[in-house]
């Protein structure tokens, strides 16, 4: 990790409402290149607010900055180029084929007319790669398992090649394989020199795979940093209302939650 | 990889070449059918120089009758697959959402009140308003998370409110001819078109493929929903705001001078998604020449069919598209029971 380069992606005191009701409040935050951040809290602390935020989908006060500019400066294609977002639910409304999916990751590098370049087409092969879904190429999306629909949807977002990764519960509903297979390929991104930030609700998961921990609760970032301060015993409790022990797996501390308090 | 994009674009040309192709033999088709026997050899003749009955008949009934069905047809083909493509829903179609009905509300009044000629550009404007209307309040109501359910249902409402409003015209007509006219007319046909009506109606249907083409991309990164497509870039709200106003613009226009029309918009596009591997851009162009192609050979069968008058072309394109309709509920039940358009 370089702590000396700037981030890539910084958030002063941003606070989003929603329908007049505060949803994130002053968050305060920095994305750097090579880390893998988890985001993680209570249903309803905010933490889909905060990244839709952060991806220049909601309006936001504060400061958001991406690579030295202002985000809300930045036209739509840029900001795409920027950041990518991979939403909740791996969702595909139309049973396109595979290899055209992961192609609208090139969406913000194409322009309307052409079809994809040379670069875009080595671009899609990458993140085809990196994912395993190659075998997939010519199959039609809503053919796939869940697991296998998972990887295609973060194939999409890598297939941008931007430096920021957001990424909206993307184990949600996996078995384990596919929640660790997964886990590891968001790893990688960041280790290629991207800033990946994922929501998890899996405390184990967050704490093996993150190289820091954001913990969200009622609007607030009320913890940022290694998993074992981060997800400390006494601040699940307080958070998530829920009693745990960390238990060393010789790879470091994670937290098993036990029971509801 | 790059074969298969590069195999996708040779299918596509493939198949977009024998669609024009088709689209061509049915306009050639169009010119020999009518009352008056003439060989396609006449027709040809006739066409190149003008001379003569055979040339008024074939250049000033018959060619603007078929351009019409060509240019309307597509227009319909192309207006559905961008609904489609907006509401990520292949049942989306104008006719279910009020917007030919609307037109034709539009059209009546002005026609009905005699505030202007039937082929003055007043009429394909009051249908363009009429459509406004009725697809923006369509999405107004809808929201941007609607369910197919509320889309549905807000489309039936205003469907039967522009028929409410067509029978309000009917009622108040000064005139109970053009009443008479009115009504016939609703029943949508090309029979008896001119130059005048291609005039008045293809600037606006040449506006309304600019305005659906061009979003073309917008619908391809929407099959991964609002939320996705607008971080890759997007601007969903003026998605929305061309899709309003292109289809407002082809529907209104082609009601104008055609009378109401419908379900070709969900008919074509059905019938090519799957070449097209079910992409919402691929899809817009051999959709329109599917459309086109629906119309044509929907006009030269109205005029085949012996009897004292001619069927109407709405009747026929409502009578073969409702059914296809059904067809399309029943085959995708599962998905309407347990998904939300989202």
């Known amino acids: 990790m370089t702590m000396g380069a700037p981030p890539l992606l910084e958030a002063h005191a941003v606070t989003v409402a929603l329908g007049g009701a505060p949803v994130v409040q002053h968050a305060n935050l920095a994305l750097r290149a090579g880390e893998l951040v988890a985001l993680v809290g209570p249903n309803g602390a905010g933490k889909t607010t905060l990244m839709r935020a952060l991806a220049g989908l909601l309006t936001a006060t504060g400061d958001i900055d991406i690579g030295g500019r202002e985000l809300s400066e930045l036209t739509p294609r840029e900001r795409a180029r920027a950041i990518a977002y991979l939403p909740q639910g791996h969702v595909f409304h139309w049973p396109m084929e595979v290899a055209a999916v992961v192609a609208l990751g090139r969406h913000p590098h194409a322009d309307a007319f052409s079809g994809l370049s040379q670069v875009d087409r080595e671009a899609v092969s990458r993140a085809m790669a990196a994912t395993a879904t190659e075998e997939f190429t010519g199959r039609r999306v809503t053919t796939l398992s869940g697991g296998e629909r998972a990887r295609v949807a973060l194939a999409r977002a890598l297939a941008t090649e931007a430096r920021v990764l957001l990424a909206d519960e993307p184990t949600a509903s996996l078995d384990p394989r596919h929640q660790l297979v997964v886990m590891d390929l968001l790893r990688q991104a960041a280790r290629k020199g991207g800033a990946v930030l994922a929501i998890l609700h899996d405390l184990t998961l967050a704490a093996r795979f993150a190289d820091r921990v954001m913990v969200m609760d009622r609007g607030y970032i009320v913890a940022d940093g290694p998993a074992g301060d981060a997800l400390s015993p006494a601040r699940i409790a307080q958070v998530f209302g829920v009693d745990a022990v960390s238990i060393d797996t010789g790879e470091g501390f994670v937290p098993i939650a036990r029971h509801p308090l | ?342």
């Open chain 2, 1 to 342: 990889m790059e074969e298969a994009v590069n195999a996708t674009g040779r299918k596509d040309i493939k198949l977009n070449m024998a669609l024009a192709a088709l689209v061509a033999a049915l306009g050639v088709l169009s010119l020999t059918v009518g009352p008056a026997a003439l060989s396609p050899r006449a027709v040809l003749a006739a066409l190149i120089d003008g001379d003569g009955i055979p040339g008024i008949i074939v250049r000033d009934i018959r060619l603007p009758r078929t351009l019409l069905a060509g240019l309307i047809g597509a227009t319909f083909g192309l207006a559905g697959a961008a609904l489609q493509g907006l509401l990520r829903n292949p049942l989306a179609e104008p006719a279910l959402f009020g917007a030919p009905q609307a037109a034709a509300a539009g059209a009546a009044l002005v026609i009905a009140f005699g505030l202007a000629g039937a082929t003055s550009f007043a009429v394909p404007l009051a249908g363009i308003a009429g459509t406004l209307l009725a697809i923006g309040s369509l999405l107004a109501i809808a929201g941007r998370r609607a369910s197919l359910t509320v889309t549905m249902l807000a489309g039936l409402a205003l469907a039967s409110l522009a028929g409410a409003a067509i029978a309000l015209i009917l009622n108040l007509a000064p005139n109970p001819h053009v009443a008479l006219e009115i009504a016939f007319w609703l029943l949508g046909s090309l029979q008896d078109r001119s130059y005048d009506h291609l005039v008045i109606a293809v600037p606006f249907l040449i506006a309304s493929w600019v305005m659906l083409g061009m979003n073309a991309g917008a619908f391809r990164a929407l099959t991964l929903g609002e939320d996705a497509a607008a971080s890759l870039g997007v601007d969903i709200e003026r998605t929305r705001r061309a899709v309003v106003v292109g289809v407002a613009f082809g529907v209104g226009a082609a009601v104008a001078v055609a009378g109401s029309i419908g379900f070709v918009g969900l008919v074509a596009p059905h019938l090519v998604r799957r070449m097209v591997g079910s992409d919402p851009a691929r899809v817009m162009l051999p959709a329109a020449l599917t459309g086109a192609a629906l119309l044509m050979a929907a006009d030269i069968g109205v005029r085949l069919v012996p009897g004292p008058v001619e069927i109407k072309l709405g009747v026929v394109t409502a009578l073969v598209g409702v059914p296809f309709f059904l067809a399309m509920i029943f085959s995708e039940r599962r998905m309407l029971e347990g998904n939300p358009a989202s």
